[in-house]
C-alpha cells in the first residue's frame, strides 16, 4: 500500500512515517504540509493520502484532489467523532476517517478497510450516516420493485467507486470484461444514471449505498 501524509505538523507527520514506512506492506512515498505539495507528490502512484484534519480542512481543496484522482483512497486524520464532521467529510470526498483516540492499529486497519472499499466506523456513526442518507437530495429514495442490486452488482458498485476500469473490476471479481459491461449497464438502469461517472459519484458521496441497495448492511467493527 503506498501512502502520502499531509500534516502542517511536522513532528506528527515524522512520527507517523516511522510507524507506518515499511511495516505490513505499507510504504510512504511522501510526507506534504499543504495541498499544493500534495499534488506536486501525486505525481508518483498512491492509493491512500492520509491527510490531517485535527486543525480543520477545506472542503474545496478535498473535493478537487478526488475529483483528480478518483481510484485514490482520502482519509482524514484526527476527526472528532461527530456525525455532522463525518457528513462533511464524505461529502467533502473522504473515503474514511481515524478518530483522533484511534491507535495505530486502528489506523492501519482503516487504511486496509479503504483501500479495499470498505467503511469502517462505529455503530452510532454508521445509524447516522443511514439516517442521512435517507434524508439527503444527493441520493434520492429508489422505486420498490426493480432497484435492488444483486450482490454481484454490489461488489461492481464498489469497485466502480474506487475508480477501476471494467477491465480491473473483471480481474478483481475473476469475470469477463463483458459480464463486468453487463452489470455496469443494469447499475446504470437502477440507479438512474446514464454515466459510469455519475454511479462513481454517487457511490463516493455515500460509500454504503451498495449495501442498502442489496437490502444488506455491511458489517462495522467496533
Not at 507517523?16 to 515499511?22: A, E, F, K, N, P
Not at 476527526?79 to 467533502?92: F, N, S
Not at 475473476?174 to 447499475?187: F, L, P
Request: proline share 5%; aromatic share 4%; glycine share 8%.
Amino acid at each position: 500500500m503506498r501512502i502520502i501524509i499531509l500534516t502542517p505538523i511536522r513532528l506528527l507527520g515524522e512520527g507517523l512515517v516511522t510507524c507506518l514506512d515499511g511495516r505490513e506492506d505499507v510504504c510512504v512515498e511522501a510526507l506534504v504540509s499543504d495541498f499544493g505539495a500534495l499534488r506536486r507528490a501525486l505525481s508518483r502512484p498512491a492509493d491512500v493520502v492520509l491527510v490531517d484534519v485535527s486543525a480543520g480542512f477545506d472542503p474545496e481543496e478535498v473535493r478537487a484532489v478526488a475529483a483528480e484522482h478518483p481510484a485514490l483512497r482520502l482519509i482524514a486524520l484526527g476527526l472528532r467523532e461527530q456525525r455532522d464532521d463525518v457528513i462533511r467529510c464524505g461529502r467533502a470526498g473522504f473515503a474514511a476517517y481515524v478518530p483522533r483516540d484511534a491507535s495505530l492499529e486502528i489506523l492501519r486497519g482503516a487504511m486496509a478497510a479503504a483501500v479495499a472499499g470498505r467503511l469502517t466506523c462505529s455503530p452510532e456513526i454508521a445509524c447516522s450516516l443511514l439516517r442521512e442518507l435517507f434524508r439527503s437530495p444527493a441520493v434520492p429514495p429508489m422505486e420498490a420493485n426493480n432497484n435492488d442490486l444483486t450482490r454481484r452488482e454490489g461488489d461492481v458498485l464498489r469497485l466502480l467507486g474506487r475508480g477501476l476500469s471494467n477491465k480491473e473490476i473483471a480481474r478483481e471479481l475473476r469475470v469477463s470484461v463483458g459480464t463486468v459491461k453487463h452489470h455496469v449497464h443494469s447499475i446504470l438502469g437502477k440507479l438512474g444514471v446514464t454515466r459510469r461517472t455519475h454511479a462513481m459519484r454517487r457511490v463516493r458521496e455515500a460509500p454504503w449505498i451498495a449495501y442498502l441497495l442489496m437490502n444488506v448492511l455491511p458489517s462495522i467493527p467496533l
